[in-house]
């Protein structure tokens, strides 16, 4: 490991000889820039394989015990899909990952077995799905402690706001004919972090509480964009309302 480092600093340094001085605000020529990126990622990639990723102890698939199972425990799909994870201090690029949302656990294969193992969570920074971003946090400082530890997806992150999702889902187990079979039913809950406080928002009333210093323009792009709260579309119009509320914001 300290050979890899070894060889990028030298890199870096061949790549930087005849840069202007630290003091000039010259911006470095592009294709000093994209090699010096280049070679940043091949770094990052040297890790994939490394201890530093597959640490963690194995996952167990526990939905196989069941007879019959309804539904999955996994955000999205069972399947493992494109992503990536800042772990162990490293960002490691161009994975197959899967996030179990009942255990709260994401879960990547070891590459030279069949065997998958799960992050350790403390260890992880963020990690990404597909299009969908994910950070790991600690329990807020409120008094009413509104976010307990976990993964939460980053629906919007601006400077006056965030929104982010709690993906979760209940397993529920179901006798039947003498077998015991499972149902996965999903309960995602909804946060706003404003002014430094989060705040639950899992219903339209609350939406408006949130967004009350424009309150009047918010309720008319929910009438104009004929935005709907419901269970199937509470997702998509929470986080298009969010966009539009800070649309409305003057820039920070």
């Known amino acids: 490991m300290r050979t890899r480092y070894m060889s990028l600093l030298g890199l870096l340094g061949l790549l930087g000889r005849g840069a202007p001085a630290l003091g000039q605000q010259r911006p470095a020529p592009e294709p000093l820039a ?3 990126e280049a070679a940043k990622a091949r770094y990052n990639r040297s890790f994939v394989g490394s201890p530093q990723l597959y640490n963690g102890p194995e996952y167990v698939d526990y939905s196989l015990r069941y007879h019959a199972r309804t539904g999955h425990q996994f955000f999205a799909t069972p399947e493992k899909m494109p992503g990536s994870v800042y772990y162990n201090d490293h960002f490691f690029p161009d994975l197959r990952l899967a996030y179990d949302v009942v255990l709260d656990q994401v879960i990547i294969q070891q590459p030279t077995s069949p065997l998958n193992l799960r992050f350790l969570n403390e260890q992880v920074r963020y990690f990404t799905l597909d299009n969908h971003r994910f950070i790991r946090l600690e329990a807020d400082s409120s008094k009413g402690r509104v976010i ?13 706001l965030q929104l982010l999702a709690k993906r979760a889902k209940k397993l ?67 986080g298009e309302l969010a966009r539009y509320y800070v649309s409305l914001l003057p820039p920070q």
Do not use: W
């Open 34 to 36: 994209a090699a010096v």
């Open 148 to 160: 307990s530890p976990g993964y939460y997806e980053m629906l919007v992150d601006d400077s006056h």
């Open 172 to 238: 529920q187990e179901v006798p039947a004919q003498g077998f015991l079979n499972v149902e996965f039913t999903a309960v995602d809950k909804f946060y706003l972090k404003k002014e430094g406080v989060y705040s639950p928002i899992n219903g339209k009333g609350a939406i408006l509480r949130s967004f009350a210093d424009h309150r009047k323009e918010v309720q008319q792009y929910i009438k104009t964009k004929n935005l709907r709260f419901g269970k199937s579309d509470y997702d998509a119009s929470v």
